[in-house]
C-alpha cells in the first residue's frame, strides 16, 4: 500500500479555481442520494455545552434547539480543466478551491448560504489510492478532495471534512464541478457585467476601473486568477468571487424569468464537469426557488490568515464566529 503524500508538498505547485462560485451562485440545491457518513450529531465545540438526549445546546448562557425541516448542500469548484474522467495515477491534483454551503428552510422556503476559505484548517482523512482510511490530521480543508483516485470518495471526503468543520452536521446533497463548466455556465447566461477593481497583468481586456462584460476566458480569469492580481492571496480572489456573485444573479434570474427550463439546459449543460448524487428535478426545483426576488442570507467565518511550516496559505477559523456560524445555520433559541 502506498503511503499518502500530503498534495502541499508536490514539486508542482498546484492551479487555483474557482467554479464552485459559478455553481454556488445559482443556488442549485442538490439531494437524491443522502449521505450517512456524517450523521446527526450535535456540536462539540468547548464553547457551547450539549444535552445528546435532546440537541438542545447552550452557548453564551443562551439554550437552543435544532432547526427542523431543513436540506443542507454543498458546492465545491474542482481545480481539473477537463471533463469528469477516470483517474488512473495519483498527481496530487483535484483539490477543491471554493467551497459553498446551502442550508434550506423548508417551511419558510428561504436559504442561508455559507462560503468556506479553502485555506481553512480543519481535520480531514487521509485516504489510499483506493478509498482505505490512513489517519485523520489537521489541513487546508481544500486537500480532502486531492485523496483517492475514485471520484465518488473524493466527493464523501470533502463532504465528511464540511460536515466535521460544521459540528458533524448532515450534509443532504453535493455538487462538485470542474474548473472548465466556468466560461460555459457564464456564456449561458449571456455574460456577466462588473467592474474590475484590480490590475490584471496577463489581460488586455480586464482593465482597472473599467466596467466590462465578461465572456469566456475572461470570466474564469476573474473568479480564478490569484497569484498575479493584488497582494496573491485567497482573500482578494473571495472579494472578486462575491462581486461576481452579486452581479450574476439578476442575470441568472432573468433568465430563469423568460424560460423555466432554463435551469434543466444548464444542469444538462453541466452533466460532463460535475461529480453529484443529484437529480435533474431537484436541480431545476431548487434553482427556480433561488431565482426569485427572496434574498439569501450570506454568511462567513472569521478568522486568522497564516502560513504553515511549507509557506502555503491557512485559514484558523475563529472558534466564536464558527460556532454563531453553525448556530445561524442549523439552530434556533429555545423558547
Not at 488586455?204 to 480569469?221: C, F, M, N, S, Y
Not at 492571496?233 to 439578476?250: G, I
Request: glycine fraction near 8%; aromatic fraction near 8%.
Amino acid at each position: 500500500m502506498r503511503h499518502y503524500k500530503n498534495p502541499r508538498h508536490n514539486n508542482k505547485r498546484l492551479k487555483y479555481l474557482a467554479v464552485g462560485i459559478t455553481v454556488g451562485v445559482l443556488g442549485i440545491g442538490m439531494t437524491a442520494g443522502v449521505l450517512t457518513m456524517a450523521g446527526n450529531h450535535t456540536i462539540t465545540q468547548t464553547t457551547a455545552s450539549s444535552t445528546q438526549d435532546t440537541g438542545e445546546i447552550t452557548y453564551k448562557g443562551v439554550t437552543y434547539v435544532p432547526k427542523g425541516n431543513l436540506e443542507t448542500y454543498l458546492f465545491a469548484g474542482i481545480d481539473s480543466p477537463d471533463k469528469v474522467t477516470e483517474i488512473k495515477e495519483y498527481d496530487g491534483t483535484g483539490q477543491c478551491d471554493v467551497l459553498i454551503v446551502l442550508v434550506r428552510d423548508r417551511s419558510t422556503d428561504t436559504c442561508k448560504i455559507l462560503t468556506i476559505d479553502r485555506n481553512t484548517m480543519t481535520p480531514i482523512r487521509s485516504l489510499d489510492d483506493d478509498g482505505t482510511y490512513i489517519d485523520t490530521d489537521v489541513f487546508q480543508i481544500s486537500l480532502a478532495h486531492a485523496m483517492s483516485l475514485d471520484q465518488e470518495i473524493r466527493a464523501e471526503n470533502t463532504v465528511d471534512a464540511v460536515s466535521t468543520l460544521l459540528g458533524g452536521h448532515k450534509i443532504d446533497g453535493f455538487a462538485m464541478v470542474n474548473m472548465g463548466a466556468i466560461q460555459t455556465v457564464n456564456d449561458m447566461v449571456g455574460g456577466v457585467t462588473v467592474t474590475v477593481e484590480d490590475d490584471f497583468p496577463d489581460s488586455d481586456t480586464l482593465i482597472k476601473g473599467q466596467t466590462v462584460t465578461l465572456h469566456g476566458e475572461d470570466a474564469e480569469r476573474f473568479i480564478r486568477e490569484r497569484k498575479t492580481v493584488g497582494d496573491g492571496l485567497n482573500d482578494n480572489r473571495m472579494k472578486r468571487q462575491a462581486q461576481y456573485e452579486e452581479a450574476f444573479m439578476p442575470v441568472f434570474q432573468a433568465k430563469c424569468s423568460e424560460d423555466k427550463t432554463f435551469p434543466l439546459d444548464l444542469y444538462h449543460a453541466l452533466e460532463d464537469y460535475m461529480t453529484t448524487n443529484i437529480s435533474a428535478k431537484k436541480f431545476s426545483r431548487l434553482a427556480l426557488l433561488l431565482s426569485d426576488e427572496t434574498p439569501e442570507e450570506k454568511l462567513t467565518i472569521q478568522g486568522t490568515d497564516g502560513f504553515d511550516e511549507d509557506g502555503w496559505q491557512t485559514f484558523t477559523p475563529d472558534e466564536d464566529s464558527l460556532q454563531e456560524t453553525i448556530l445561524s445555520l442549523f439552530y434556533k433559541e429555545k423558547k
